[in-house]
């Protein structure tokens, strides 16, 4: 058995705190948004909380992630710095990429973030090479690759899976299976019920969790970076979850209902583990709405000093195409 | 200029954005001719990442209308069998980045089949995606790679920059017996003009010259025609003469044309958005030099392309890597000045 | 049950004549090629006769393929036209592809062969483009899509085997594993021992025949082009053969021994298939002789036409970029 | 020209094929730098699929000379995890046709990377990659595909020309903390010459003058260098002397040596053997024709390019497609003789 999360203080803590972090971010950043104080585009995590969260905590701090276009609880899960996060939204100069890269291209390398991407399953074969990179260093760190249930239908997916496979990579697969990618659900987009069916392709491990209980996600990742460490491969981990928010600023969320959305909201993850918290009695409501103040307080605390920063510089633009 | 004369049945017109324009020539080809289809990511009842394709789903059919996995190797590859197998498919890429995945079907496969098997099969497809920058979609979102298509022979390469080029080229493009490349531009999605109602073809390989002019000649396609031609407005405020022409089609490339308004006006400047280094504007340069054309020139051949940097996000420094309106003006007027 | 084949005449001779064309075709292009009579590369199938003709013997005239570099005996099989193919390797105006081509990119298009494909599964796309364009012009025809191991670990193959499985296009996946891809081991590059097992990741079925036994071969396609044509989708079938020949002509095959070289001579399809012939009576001896020796004779003849034929035109040199 | 006097130690040299060259600049690469490792496609005991990399093995085991599947979209974005995470990869494509399958991570992921991060991260690597036709291998397996990577920003391209640059620009783009594209060519591979026996380094952006002469200018890279040489041998004979430059490396691009050549000689022969349209060579012309080198010019700029085809196989058409000396010996006496 591994550790209950709800029972141990610390962990509940951390658990709860980001969790609450990342949705208050989010919150924020659609808001800043919908003001036009960001630019760009944008895609929200709301709902996939317990995913990011999870696999991070079931790794030490020095192992690495593999981000995608939703990558902002990913990042901080990583234990990102949140007004860098911010600024580099906001466009300034002491955002994580100096403003160059925006919300597709957050990465935090110094906290082992190797970096959000534009490209649908672009990040996966990076992954790969960190973890090839990890085997020939003769390291002990492992990596965790997020991408959606879209990305399992790329190219670049199936050889980097079999890349890992075949050379027992330390590299952790996490689908977050949010059941669309874009407008296109995973019943037309796959002829298969669970994508971690595709695990037994590359004679990985494969399994499919809730990824809205944040105990189930940690559960499998632990597995999964044990094996991973102890040399024996990758693993796939399929957590099948649901944004909340549509695709991005365009979606008019005309390819699912409303009353298929709601009742994903009553899943919500963060709920679930604050009851879980509460009946464990590791925390009482008023030690939760703490945490969850607190998580507030951080964001709006990022966000004032991000706004407060200096633009990025366009007189610096040419800087640093080449290193 | 046999360009600009351009023959066309007399056709009624109305105005409408280049979205429209283009989602009009698709559903025109459609209807007329039962081999047109279209495949691509959330084409379908999302109507297209940039809604290009909305409403079509409803009037063509989930068959025809396609909504595709993210696989864009394998989509485009599914095109290429289709036109092999006798049908006339337009594949949508959402962002013109992503044709980074499907190079191998677009480079190795489609442009060269009827090349590499003497003759005896083509490959009449269309790929339409859009490029540019200016929504801070950043560097994997932004890009304008036309230059790589041109480089590649077998394919046609169209960059329509007004709504009425945009219906015309693409209907003329599906028509096409070979693989084109139809890029759109992000930015001139919501621009508006006069578009024939008609499903009126306009010609691969013929260049239109928006404005004459004897002091300069600017070619610019896609979104800097526009800019070009605003520019060309402030600077006729100062005097100054440019005409304004837009290849349109940069594979085939109308070159008489742009030649002839070289030489009459002596001056060429070159605009594009993509980064200056190999971009398909120093093709046009290379023409020039390297025919008489030379000759007529009394100022070197100047370009006013995109800096040599990937599209940063941040929306100051987005702006200031590619040519805007005062950049055009200010480049065309030192041209004008030095010599 | 399927039909025996080797217990009816007039296809035991189909199979029997196609097998020995195909094997005295490619003795003579590499015999041509050693006397530098023929230019470029070249990549024969010596070995793996059976996999061609058994999946061609149970297609329809007018049902399609896609081939590979390892194109010879799929071009024969699917009924080519000797002359022309071998004119098309002597670089020949009478050859398929008017001596653009060569080896490695015949294509049959009258009969079917959608083309040989330089690139590693690079025809797989096209083939499910072609399945589809069945489907949208309602036609009966089937897509047989040729392949090898190597071509397997290819985004190309994921992508569009995916494709063909959520849209129940009429193909027929042919992987013709002949146990390496040039140098690499399929132990080496997948971590499964079927290849066949892939089948279930995009939840369309997948069986495993040893490619050396004609009948094994036409069993399994006769069922998937059933399936296909009766708009159940695709089928994925792995046929286990082997090359005798070296990957092409720069192979020094360092990575295989010569004892596994001379093991699977002694499993040589063609021989097999003609003591089933002989000892079901269909034909004897000299009836097989007979077959053997008119192969040989179509090959010779064409191969003097072809020689004889006008070499190919570089004042058309740039004909034909542009249809 | 302060390109032709690029700094080296003193060293011995021994007369090695470029094939050697490049194996020998691995072999030290890796004795010197625990970081450096391969991987691609058959390097290990198949010695890759023009024997760059015979021996290898051997040498450094099979973690660092690491055989992988036909993945090259995998492969090159393992190098890039790998480099991110602190190694120094040298990717091999077995043809420089197969970087399309890999362009995602090559141009979206590799270039952008260091920029698009705000220059928190970058990716050292080289991906090794045979061009070129002449081995009657036909369109899928022959092209020159150097102006799709140098229009990438973010990205360094060298072409290799002889045995020694092969050496000295592998073990400098090893070292260099960018992505660099590094296009060998298959005819050069047996082609042998005085190579440095130590590891020296030569600089990525300095061209080398390898002849001068009074009448014109050549600028030509890769195989075309060795073609424009024995032309040039040729044409000294007839009394007319070129001037021979190869860049080397085309990004960044030695523009200065090639404009003072240009200056000196007024007249400009730009041979490469990839497609007239859009190649690489038109920026050069662009360069020339955009500043005042223009007005040294005594004859319209000369491009001698491959046809604008994809490559045929039949030995006659393939060698037809591209230049051949006898082709740079006309171009060149035309060229002078026009003017
Ligand atoms: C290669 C590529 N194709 C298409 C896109 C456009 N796009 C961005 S996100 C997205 C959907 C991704 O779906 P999924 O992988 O399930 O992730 P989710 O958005 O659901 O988190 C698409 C189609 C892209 N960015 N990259
Ligand atoms: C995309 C691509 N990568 C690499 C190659 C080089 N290559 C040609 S054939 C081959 C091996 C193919 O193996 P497999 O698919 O098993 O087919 P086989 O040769 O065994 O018939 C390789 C690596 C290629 N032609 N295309
Ligand atoms: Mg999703
Ligand atoms: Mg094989």
């Known amino acids: 058995m591994t550790t209950k999360l709800c029972q141990e203080p610390e962990l509940a803590r951390r658990a709860l705190a980001t969790m609450w972090t990342i949705r208050r971010f989010e919150e924020a950043v659609d808001d800043l948004f919908a003001r036009g104080l960001i630019y760009g585009t944008m895609h929200l995590s709301i709902g996939q909380e317990a995913t990011a969260t999870g696999v991070c905590l079931a790794l030490a701090d020095d192992d690495l992630i593999t981000s995608t276009h939703r990558g902002h609880g990913h990042c901080i899960a990583k234990g990102a710095d949140l007004e860098r996060m911010m600024a580099e939204l906001l466009a300034k100069e002491t955002g994580y990429c100096r403003g160059r890269g925006g919300s597709m291209h957050i990465a935090d390398v110094a906290r082992g973030n190797l970096g959000a991407n534009g490209i649908v399953a672009g990040g996966i074969p990076i992954a790969v090479g960190a973890g090839l990179a990890q085997r020939l260093q003769g390291t002990r760190r492992v990596v965790a690759s997020f991408f959606g249930d879209g990305a399992a239908n790329e190219g670049a997916f199936h050889e980097a899976v079999n890349l890992a496979a075949i050379w027992d990579l330390p590299v952790v697969f996490v689908c977050e299976n949010n059941q669309y990618g874009m407008s296109m659900p995973t019943s037309r987009a796959f002829r298969i019920p669970r994508i971690s069916q595709r695990a037994a392709a590359y004679g990985i491990p494969g399994v499919t969790v809730d990824g809205n209980d944040i105990q189930a996600v940690y559960d499998e990742t632990v597995v999964a970076v044990e094996r991973a460490r102890a040399g024996e491969g990758p693993t796939f981990i399929e957590a099948i979850t649901y944004r909340w928010k549509g695709h991005s600023k365009s979606d008019k969320n005309l390819y699912r209902t409303r009353e298929e959305i709601e009742e994903w909201k009553s899943r919500d993850p963060i709920g679930r583990f604050e009851a879980a918290v509460e009946a464990a009695g590791t925390f009482n409501r008023s030690e939760i709405e703490t945490i969850r103040s607190s998580a507030r307080d951080a964001v709006r605390d990022a966000i004032a000093r991000a706004h407060a920063a200096p633009d990025a510089r366009p007189d610096e633009l040419r800087d640093a195409v080449y290193a | ?339």
Chains 1, 3 share one sequence.
């Open chain 2, 1 to 339: 200029m046999a360009s600009t004369t351009i023959e066309r049945t007399a056709s009624d017109t109305r105005t409408c954005s280049y979205a429209e324009a283009i989602r009009e020539a698709l559903a025109q080809a459609m209807e007329s001719d039962e081999r047109v289809f279209l495949l691509g990511e959330d084409i379908g009842v999302y109507g297209g990442a940039f809604g290009v394709t909305t409403g079509l789903l409803e009037r063509f059919g989930a068959e025809r209308v396609r909504d595709t996995p993210i696989s864009e190797l394998g989509i485009v590859g599914a095109a290429v069998g289709a036109a092999l197998a006798g049908m006339r498919p337009v594949v949508e890429i959402q962002f013109s980045d992503f044709t980074a995945q499907a190079m191998d079907q677009i480079v190795n496969q489609a442009a060269k089949i009827h090349y590499m098997l003497g003759g005896a099969a083509s490959v009449p497809m269309v790929l339409r995606a859009p490029g540019g920058s200016g929504t801070g979609a950043a560097a994997q979102h932004s890009q304008s790679l036309e230059a790589w298509f041109a480089h590649v022979p077998g394919l046609k390469v169209v960059l329509p920059a007004t709504p009425a080029d945009a219906k015309g080229l693409l209907l003329a493009a599906i028509d096409d017996p070979n693989p084109v490349i139809f890029l759109e531009h992000k930015l001139l999605y919501k621009s508006s003009g006069p578009v024939p109602t008609e499903p009126v073809r306009e010609t691969l390989g013929a260049a239109r010259v928006h404005r004459d002019g004897d002091d300069l000649t600017i070619v610019a396609t896609s979104v800097m025609v526009e800019r070009s031609l605003q520019a060309a407005d402030e600077l006729a405020a100062d005097g100054i003469h440019a005409t304004v022409v837009d290849p349109r089609t940069i594979k085939p490339l109308d070159a008489a044309t742009i030649l002839a308004a070289v030489r009459r006006t002596g001056r060429l400047l070159l605009v594009q958005e993509a980064p200056l280094t190999g971009g398909f504007v120093s093709e046009i340069a290379a023409l020039v030099a390297g025919c008489d054309a030379l000759y007529s020139l009394v100022a070197p051949i100047r370009r006013l392309c995109g800096l040599d940097v990937p599209i940063p996000y941040a929306p100051q420094l987005e702006r200031a890597a590619v040519p805007q309106v005062p950049d055009i003006v200010k480049a065309a007027r030192e041209l004008v000045m030095e010599s």
